[in-house]
């Protein structure tokens, strides 16, 4: 059977048009706003996103995992200016998470999830589900407004009970399970400050039920890691729209092919990434060969 193909990308930060509206300033907000403009608007630049989503069309994947953080400041504007980028692109089915920049504070988050329903999945309550042919892409959201100075991210009990079901359900299908939430899942990739407040539930989640392949953001680096003891491999990526530079955080995304074989998945991960010369160039490859869970799925 022919491998399956999936373009994962994360950060994109699209550029800041709009300032805040008045009704829209919040401390919280004032400090993201002097970060942007002392430092981020620096680093996110359109050219490099461009170029990453240029590269991402010539290898024609059949799904996007997209792990949160298309807006700086939360406003009701970069939701209405990050709906027209996701349209304009002309995406394979995506999947789509929230970023912590995209829950900035409390504030018309019903409202702007509507603008973005056509990629979030989900009416209601996380976590999200794409499935197309035998891959199941699974959105857990982590992203909720914290108090300033901090950009942590929590799953929920909630959610965390609703997700174990769902991994159990896509198991016995006999699905490829692909796990997409914006935080890093396991500790150390990001300082307490910005982690996942209930990484140990979602851990022993997923140390239950098994899945097989963990992507994420936020960190801005392209990173490996593992869910505790388990072989489930947890991938992290870099902003899309960062400027070139050192290998760790220029610009880039994973490219991620799945091949179902009788007994395992082919799980192949290339990072694609923007090299000084404006180029883009291969990095690392990873290969992971998790097992296929239902029997009868079986070829």
């Not at 920049?101 to 996380?126: C, M, P, S, V």
């Not at 953001?217 to 902003?239: E, K, N, Q, W, Y």
């Not at 290969?287 to 009868?296: D, N």
């Amino acid at each position: 059977m022919p491998s399956f193909q999936i373009a994962h990308l994360s950060d994109p930060h699209l550029p800041l048009a709009e300032f805040p509206a008045w009704d829209e300033i919040r401390f919280k907000r004032l400090l993201s706003l002097l970060s942007w403009t002392l430092k981020r608007r620096h680093l996110h630049k359109a050219a490099p996103l461009a170029r990453i989503m240029e590269d991402i069309r010539q290898f024609h994947p059949e799904l996007m995992a997209l792990t949160g953080d298309l807006t700086n400041l939360g406003l009701r504007s970069e939701f209405r200016r990050a709906r027209d980028w996701l349209e304009e692109q002309a995406l394979p089915p995506t999947l789509l998470v929230p970023g912590n920049h995209d829950a900035l504070i409390r504030q018309n988050a019903t409202g702007k999830a509507a603008l973005w329903a056509e990629w979030l999945k989900t009416d209601a309550a996380f976590p999200s589900l794409l499935v197309k042919n035998h891959i199941a892409l699974i959105g857990v959201n982590t992203a909720v407004p914290t108090r300033p100075f901090f950009a942590s991210g929590r799953m929920g009990a909630m959610q965390g009970e609703r997700l174990r079901t769902l991994l159990h359900k896509t198991g016995q299908d006999g699905l490829c399970r692909v796990v997409l939430l914006h935080h890093p899942p396991v500790a150390k990739l990001v300082s307490r400050r910005k982690g996942m407040d209930d990484l140990h539930l979602f851990q022993s989640i997923l140390q239950e039920t098994g899945a097989e392949l963990v992507l994420h953001g936020h960190s801005h680096r392209a990173t490996l890691a593992c869910i505790p003891r388990t072989d489930i491999p947890v991938i992290g990526t870099t902003s899309a729209s960062h400027k070139a530079g050192d290998a760790d955080t220029t610009a880039g995304w994973n490219a991620i092919a799945v091949t179902p074989q009788v007994e395992h998945w082919d799980i192949t991960v290339l990072r694609r990434e923007l090299g000084p010369d404006g180029t883009m160039r291969d990095g690392v490859t990873r290969s992971f060969t998790p097992h296929r869970l239902s029997p009868s799925m079986r070829l």
